[in-house]
């Protein structure tokens, strides 16, 4: 169905249930759906599994929502950084889950989700400490490790533009985790900086089409 | 009366919800798209990679804008671009709302057989049946009940090679639709018929209309 | 390395050898590289394998390749077609080697081919003819059949237009196989309508990025 | 004189072929860049989803526009923007001609670790470290030859979690570079040490450089 643009980010996030798995975009800052976590946070869902590149920065966004300790798990690449103290505090006191994840597996791995791929050999991670258990394969002389789709129930994307049926476009590597997640989640929530009329974006220049997108709101 | 092909292509099209994503499989599935109602929404899916197909092409042909069956068409406002690996992503990932497709035999526990008759000179072809058969929310077959030399199409189990498992969820004749439920065949609609005919003439067990 | 300019078809395919696999891109008519085809034939290779969606259309292009018998096996999803005369001729007669794929599975096993995937479960083509002899598996509920890559020693793609550095855009449905197939072959070989210089495509726009194309010719 | 953080760039640097499609890790690789001849032709990938990426951005900085260290960039002519599974599709494919990473230790045999010291209350991050580690057609090492606490990080096998496995071609270090070939250890140059020395300070085998 068309996607539905929502007035404010409260209600692009209405609805959001305790104990569902969140895919959040961002690579960094860039590409993060600050607005759609603010919401979030006052929607109050709690006990979420998140999944996203980082772990949240500072005190704000990702890292207020685990400060609020809402988050039993998080799935990420990378979760320490300079200015990731709320997320460092949580995993040091044993208050939240990681399962961390290379970054290339994780974004094929919400890759499978959305495509319908029920599992897949990755060459990345074999004979490391983050394949121990993991299936492996010798294939064509070389060593895979089995890998699993990560599925969303909601996606919270950041991206440039859409047009009013939820086709979206995505700005330079602020890109980087939206399109995929799109793929991978039940509901798709999407804030875009401006939303135009059908028509006005190029069809050859979309990058996440119409029908990955249930909502969008303009922020 | 059983009804036309364009009879039974408006039966579907009043059961695709609005604007639904859809696939139009080649043949008599494409005439689906003559019946949806204006303004209805519905963006149709063409698995050479584009959403939001429009009607075929007039006058302007533009090579590079064809359908699944090659045949050229036009764009919608709205509509988006994208390779063959991400059309099937999407077909294959659940994604699509239906797809409708013609079938040689369906099977009461919704197998699908439509690519193949099995004549050993036949040159087989399958393009992008499999991946529909299996992908979309809701798999519906249109078809006639039965086939020229009078044998029924809906079977207690394919005899032609498969498509895909239990796969079709309703199924639309000139003759009765078809709900492919867990507890059996249910009829939904009949068209010129009885049940109690349309019992004597198939191989399945039918159940009758939810009331 | 930067994509070679080639100044004609002749250039563009040379060195192709006798037994190679070639990926040739299009959806019938549409994205088919039909000057390149057309001198890979006067090139003369032979004992080819050829990837494609179909198995060539009236007596031109790759049916003309096909019938100067320079092809030992298709693998193709559709190779029945109205005017596919050629193909159905070969085949019959038992001289040339047909694996059917279903095209998504066609897509996807190429894609893993240029995605370092060493293979993947596909839902497509279980319980079918098509996954006879193949490993499945139940994930989840569901029933998958394991699929390994298919990789090319060429492809020969039809694109619209390509910067001097070798990055395509593609036009409207000739889009197709292209971008998949660029990932997956060794040396990858572009027919576009235009080469314009580096700086005149949107980056935001470019499909297929230039570390995936190695010669590019205007035709 | 052992080499500086910005010689070692240098040399590394004169390594990479013009036109080379490169991925310069997080931490000292980005220095490479820097010293990279003018018109060398080289492309540098970004995990985050960029080829082409230009200098670090001046005054006009862009939040859309990062590295992988999350530092604001520019872009050049030429380049292109992709998602994170294209990304790294690209690089676990085999498609990136050169990689340079950092590393705490690196084995004989071509083991990389580069992402966990392994003790117990550190914060694990891994990145794209091991996608890169696999990924690439030659992977280039850059580091010291040593510890602050003096201990090699070339040696026998590492004892810090695994990155990658023997996936390491190349080692450059403030004293020498190695090649780890099929053969063993090859020092292909030294920079103000003997190979003697060299191999009285490491565990490893060490051959000479090929004539």
Redesign the interface.
């Given at each position: 169905?068309?996607a539905t643009l929502c007035a404010t980010p409260e209600e692009a996030v209405a609805g959001i249930e305790d104990g569902s798995t969140v895919l959040i975009g961002g690579?960094?800052?860039?590409?993060m759906p600050v607005e759609l976590i603010g919401a979030l946070i006052d929607q109050g869902a709690a006990d979420l599994t998140v999944v996203s590149?980082n772990a949240g920065n500072g005190d704000t966004g990702l890292a207020a929502l685990l400060a609020r300790g809402r988050v039993r798990k998080v799935i990420c690449?990378?979760?320490?950084?300079h200015d990731?103290w709320v997320?460092?505090g949580l995993?040091?006191d044993g208050k939240i889950e990681?399962e961390?994840?290379?970054?290339?597996?994780?974004?094929?791995r919400?890759?499978?989700?959305?495509?319908?791929?029920?599992?897949?050999?990755?060459?990345?991670?074999?004979?490391?400490?983050?394949a121990e258990g993991k299936e492996t394969?010798e294939?064509?002389g070389?060593?895979?490790v089995l890998e699993?789709p990560i599925k969303g129930d909601v996606a919270l994307i950041g991206a440039?533009r859409a047009?009013?049926?939820g086709?979206l476009?995505?700005?330079?590597?602020?890109?980087?985790?939206?399109?995929?997640m799109a793929?991978a989640a039940t509901t798709v929530v999407a804030q875009v900086a401006e939303i135009v009329e059908?028509?006005d974006?190029?069809?050859?220049?979309?990058?996440t089409?119409?029908?990955?997108v249930d909502r969008v709101v303009a922020v | 009366m059983s009804l036309s092909k364009q009879e039974m292509a408006a039966v579907v099209a009043r059961d695709i919800?609005?604007?639904?994503?859809v696939n139009l499989g080649i043949g008599q599935p494409v005439l689906v798209a003559d019946h949806l109602p204006e303004g209805s929404?519905v963006?149709l899916?063409t698995e050479n990679g584009?959403?939001?197909m429009g009607p075929a092409a007039g006058d302007q042909v533009d090579p590079d804008l064809t359908n699944a069956g090659k045949q050229p068409v036009t764009?919608l406002?709205?509509?988006?671009?994208?390779d063959s690996a991400a059309s099937?992503?999407?077909?294959?990932?659940?994604?699509?709302?239906v797809c409708v497709l013609g079938a040689f035999q369906v099977s009461a526990r919704g197998d699908l057989a439509n690519w193949h008759t099995g004549e050993p000179d036949a040159i087989p072809a399958v393009g992008g049946a499999m991946d529909l058969a299996?992908?979309a929310k809701s798999v519906f077959v249109m078809m006639t009940l039965f086939a020229r030399d009078g044998s029924a199409k809906l079977v207690p189990a394919c005899t032609y090679p498969l498509t895909g498992v239990g796969c079709v969820d309703r199924v639309y004749t000139d003759l009765a639709t078809f709900d492919l439920s867990p507890g059996g065949v249910v009829v939904r609609e009949t068209f010129g018929i009885s049940i109690d005919e349309l019992a004597g003439r198939l191989d399945v067990p039918l159940e009758p209309p939810a009331k």
């Open positions: 169905m068309s690579f960094g800052m860039a590409g590149n690449s990378f979760p320490r950084q990731s997320f460092d995993y040091r990681l961390l994840v290379p970054q290339g597996n994780l974004a094929e919400m890759r499978a989700a959305g495509a319908g791929i029920g599992a897949f050999f990755s060459p990345t991670g074999f004979g490391t400490p983050l394969r294939i064509d070389r060593t895979y699993h440039h047009d009013r049926m086709n476009v995505y700005r330079k590597t602020a890109r980087n985790f939206g399109p995929v793929t059908v028509g974006l190029d069809p050859e220049t979309v990058v089409p119409s029908i990955y | 919800p609005p604007g639904a994503f929404g963006v899916h584009m959403l939001n764009e406002p709205g509509s988006s671009y994208f099937f992503a999407m077909m294959r990932g659940g994604h699509l709302d299996i992908g």
